[in-house]
C-alpha cells in the first residue's frame, strides 16, 4: 500500500508524464500541420500504438477502400491483408527502417484493394511519438487516395513517350527557335538521315547552326516577322515540305516559331515517276491507235496486194484451157508464175515479219564473198531492167576500191534479202537516172549503200518509212505496188546482223539508203554440197511414197520426179500412208506433208518409223516455222523440204538418201 504521499507523487509523476506526451504530440501534429482539418479534407487517418497493439483506422480510413465503419478490424492485419502483394514487401522494409530510426516523417506510397476488387493508390503519411529512450511507441497519420493523380501522371508520362517515339520515329524534323531565332528543340528521324543530332541545334541560332542554308534563314526570318512560311527547301539532296508558324503572345509579338519539315524525297520521284509512265502510257496509247490505224490501212493493202496476183493467176489460168496456141500458153504460165512469185513474196515478209517480232528469226552466219554477191545482184538485175519498161533508167554498181577480195561473216540469205529488197525499192521509185548499188571499206567495216535519182522522201517520213506498212503515198497513190512492210523488215534484219539502216533523201532528188557491217573473223565454210549428176541411174530400184492431201501439190512432185527413173505411188492421208508402209516393203522414201486429214504427218511418221526405221521420211511442208520443222525431226523424219517445192532442192534432199 503506497502512502498518501507516495501516491501524491507518482500522481504529479504521470502528469507530468501525460503532459510530455502531449506536448510532444501537440509538437509533432504542429510541425507536420496536422488539424481535424484532416477529417474534412476526405483523409483517412490511422493511429498505431505500438506498445500496446493497438491499432484504429478512422471511418474516412476504412471508406477509401469502399468499408463500412463495422466491417473490417482496427488491426494491423487488416491493412497487411489489403496491401498489393507487389508492394507488400517494399512497405514492410520501409516502415522497419522507420520504426528503428523514427526520425522526421514517414512517408510511403502503395497500393490497397478495393472492396469492389480494384486497387487504390495510396499516399501515406506518419509521424511518430517517441519515448524518452527515443524509440517510438505510437505511430499516426493520414491515407490520401492519389489513384486518380497516378493514373494522370502515368497517362501523361505514356503521351509523351507516344509523343517522343513519334518524333523521332517520324521521317520528318520538328523544331521551334525562339524569339532571336535559337533553337530551342529538335528531333525526328529525318534529322537523323541528314547526320545532324539535336545537340547540334538546340542552344545554336539558326542564323549560325548547320541549319544556316539560305532559304531557311529566309523563311525564319519572316516567321519572326509573323509571317506563316511553306516551302520545300532541299538539303544535301532531300527535299523537304517545311513549315515555319509563328507563336504569338496576347500582345500579338512573336515569342517563338515552330518549325515541321516532312521529307518528300520519295514522293516527290514517285511523283516524276508516275508522270514519266503516263507520258510512256499516253505515247504508248498514240503508238497503239497510230499501229491499229497502220493494220487497218495494211489490211486494205493487203487485200489489194493479194487481189491484183490472184486476179492475174485465175484469170490466166482459165485462159490457158481455151488456147492451144504453144505461145500464148508460155506468155500465159510466164504471167502466172510471175504472179505467183509476187504472192510468195509478200508471204514470206508477212512471214518473216511476225518471226522477227516473235524473236524466231534465227541468224545463220557464214563467210561471205562480198564480190559474188554483189555480182548475182548486177546479174539478176541487170537482167531484170531488161524487162522493165524504164528506158531512162540505169543500173551501176560500184565495187569496193583497191582490193580483190572482200569476205565478211554473216547471213548470206539475210544480207541478200535487205539488198534485194532496198534495190526492188529504188528501182521501183525512180523512172529516169541511175541506181547504184555498191560496197566500200569503212574502217572495219563494209559499208552497202544503194542510191537513186528517184523520187525522194520528205524529211518528215524518214522516220515513218520504217515503221511496219508505213508508206509513204500522195500524188502516187495507187502507182506503186508493196506492202509496206520491207523497210521495216529490213531495218530489223540489219539490225540482227549488226549493223543500222539509214536514209538521207531529198524530194524529188533521190534517196540513199545505206549500213555497215563489221567485218567479223572468218568463220569455216559449210562443206561443199554434193553435186547431183546421174541421179537417175541409181535410182531405177527405189520407191517414192507421196503423201499429200492437196491434188495440185501432189501432182507438181510427181512431175517432179516424173524424169527420174523411180518408182512413184501416194496417199492422200496419215492413215492410208501407214497402210501402204505395212503392205509394201519396197518403199524406201515418204514425201510426207505435215498437216494432213485423219492421221497427221507427225503421226504417220511416227507409225512409219517404228514399223521400219530404215524407210527415209522427208517432212514437206508449208509451216514455214522452225518449230515446225523441229517438231517434225522429233517425230523421226529425216530431213524436210519447204513449199512451195523447188526442183533443186528436191533432187539434192532425194539424192542424199537414195544414191
Ligand atoms: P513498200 O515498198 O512495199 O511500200 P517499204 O517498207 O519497202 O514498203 O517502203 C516503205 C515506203 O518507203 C515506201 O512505200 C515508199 O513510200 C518509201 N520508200 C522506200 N524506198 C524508197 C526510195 N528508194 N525512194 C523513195 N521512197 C522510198
Known amino acids: 500500500m503506497l502512502s498518501k504521499t507516495e501516491l501524491m507523487k507518482k500522481v504529479e509523476q504521470l502528469t507530468a508524464e501525460v503532459d510530455y506526451y502531449r506536448s510532444e504530440f501537440n509538437k509533432v501534429a504542429d510541425e507536420n500541420g496536422y488539424t481535424l482539418a484532416l477529417t474534412a479534407a476526405q483523409e483517412g487517418i490511422w493511429d498505431w500504438k505500438l506498445d500496446q497493439d493497438e491499432l484504429f483506422y478512422s471511418d474516412q480510413w476504412k471508406a477509401q477502400l469502399g468499408y463500412g465503419p463495422d466491417q473490417i478490424k482496427n488491426e494491423f492485419l487488416t491493412f497487411q491483408n489489403l496491401l498489393h502483394p507487389t508492394d507488400y514487401g517494399r512497405v514492410h522494409r520501409e516502415l522497419k527502417q522507420y520504426l528503428n530510426y523514427p526520425e522526421g516523417q514517414f512517408q510511403i506510397s502503395f497500393r490497397m484493394r478495393h472492396k469492389d476488387g480494384t486497387y487504390r493508390w495510396i499516399q501515406n503519411r506518419g509521424v511518430s511519438i517517441k519515448n524518452k529512450k527515443g524509440k517510438a511507441i505510437r505511430i499516426f497519420g493520414t491515407h490520401t487516395d492519389i489513384t486518380e493523380q497516378v493514373r494522370a501522371e502515368q497517362a501523361l508520362q505514356d503521351s509523351n513517350q507516344k509523343l517522343k517515339t ?31 543530332s539535336p545537340d547540334e541545334l538546340v542552344g545554336y541560332s539558326v542564323f549560325e547552326s548547320k541549319m544556316n542554308h539560305p532559304h531557311i534563314v529566309e523563311s525564319v526570318s519572316k516567321a519572326l516577322n509573323g509571317e506563316f512560311v511553306r516551302t520545300v527547301i532541299e ?10 508558324s509563328p507563336m504569338k503572345n496576347s500582345a500579338g509579338e512573336v515569342e517563338s516559331v515552330i518549325g515541321v519539315s516532312s521529307n518528300i524525297t520519295d514522293h516527290l520521284k514517285l511523283e516524276k515517276k508516275i508522270k514519266t509512265t503516263n507520258l510512256e502510257l499516253a505515247k504508248a496509247k ?33 485462159l490457158l484451157r481455151y488456147t492451144d496456141n504453144p505461145a ?32 524466231q528469226l534465227p541468224i545463220k552466219p557464214t563467210t561471205v564473198d562480198v564480190f559474188e554477191l554483189m555480182s548475182e545482184l548486177e546479174q539478176v538485175y541487170s537482167a531484170k531492167l531488161k524487162k ?14 583497191g582490193i580483190k577480195k572482200l569476205h565478211i561473216t554473216t547471213d548470206r540469205t539475210r544480207l541478200f534479202q535487205v539488198l534485194v529488197n532496198l534495190i526492188d525499192n529504188a528501182i521501183k521509185f525512180t ?45 502516187f497513190d495507187g502507182k506503186y505496188s508493196g506492202s509496206g512492210l520491207g523497210l521495216s523488215i529490213s531495218k530489223k534484219l540489219v ?9 538521207e533523201s531529198k524530194i524529188d532528188h533521190g534517196s540513199e539508203f545505206s549500213f555497215s557491217l563489221p567485218l567479223m573473223a572468218k568463220i569455216m565454210r559449210k562443206p561443199y554440197n554434193r553435186i547431183i549428176t546421174g541421179i537417175s541411174n541409181k535410182l531405177n530400184d527405189k520407191t517414192i511414197l507421196i503423201v499429200e492431201d492437196v491434188d495440185s501439190s501432189r501432182i507438181l512432185i510427181e512431175r517432179l520426179l516424173a524424169p527420174l ?20 516393203n519396197d518403199i524406201n522414201l515418204v514425201l510426207m506433208d505435215l498437216k494432213l486429214p485423219k492421221m497427221s504427218g507427225f503421226e504417220a511418221t511416227t507409225q512409219i518409223k517404228k514399223l521400219n526405221k530404215n524407210i527415209y521420211v522427208i517432212a514437206q511442208t508449208a509451216l514455214a516455222f522452225d518449230y515446225d520443222k523441229q517438231k517434225s525431226i522429233d517425230c523421226g523424219c529425216d530431213d524436210y523440204l519447204t513449199k512451195p517445192i523447188k526442183h533443186k532442192s528436191l533432187m539434192s534432199t532425194i539424192s542424199k538418201y537414195l544414191c
Request: with cysteine; aromatic share 10%; net charge negative.
Open 166 to 196: 513519334v518524333i523521332s520515329e517520324a521521317h520528318v524534323i520538328l523544331f521551334s527557335l525562339d524569339k532571336n531565332g535559337v533553337f530551342t528543340f529538335a528531333d525526328g528521324k529525318s534529322l537523323i538521315s541528314l547526320g545532324i
Open 235 to 244: 538539303i544535301n539532296g532531300l527535299f523537304f515540305d517545311t513549315t515555319y
Open 286 to 318: 498514240v503508238k497503239a491507235e497510230e499501229s491499229d490505224r497502220l493494220k487497218s490501212a495494211f489490211l486494205a493493202n493487203m487485200s489489194h496486194e493479194i487481189r491484183t496476183p490472184m486476179n492475174s493467176i485465175l484469170g490466166f489460168s482459165d
Open 328 to 359: 500464148e500458153r508460155d506468155e500465159y504460165i510466164d504471167i502466172i508464175a510471175r504472179n505467183g512469185e509476187v504472192l510468195l513474196t509478200l508471204l514470206n515478209d508477212i512471214l518473216d515479219l511476225s518471226k522477227i517480232e516473235g524473236s
Open 388 to 401: 522493165l519498161v524504164k528506158p531512162g533508167l540505169e543500173f551501176k554498181v560500184e565495187w569496193p576500191s
Open 431 to 475: 523512172d529516169k537516172g541511175f541506181v547504184v548499188f555498191g560496197c566500200e571499206i569503212l574502217e572495219s567495216t563494209a559499208r552497202f549503200y544503194i542510191k537513186d535519182t528517184g523520187i525522194g522522201i520528205k524529211k518528215s517520213d524518214l522516220s515513218f518509212i520504217f515503221e511496219r506498212f508505213g508508206q509513204v503515198r500522195g500524188p
Open 495 to 503: 539490225e540482227l546482223l549488226g549493223g543500222n539502216l539509214t536514209v
Open 565 to 584: 527413173n523411180v518408182h512413184v505411188i501416194s496417199a492422200s492421208n496419215g492413215e492410208d500412208a501407214l497402210k501402204l508402209c505395212q503392205k509394201n
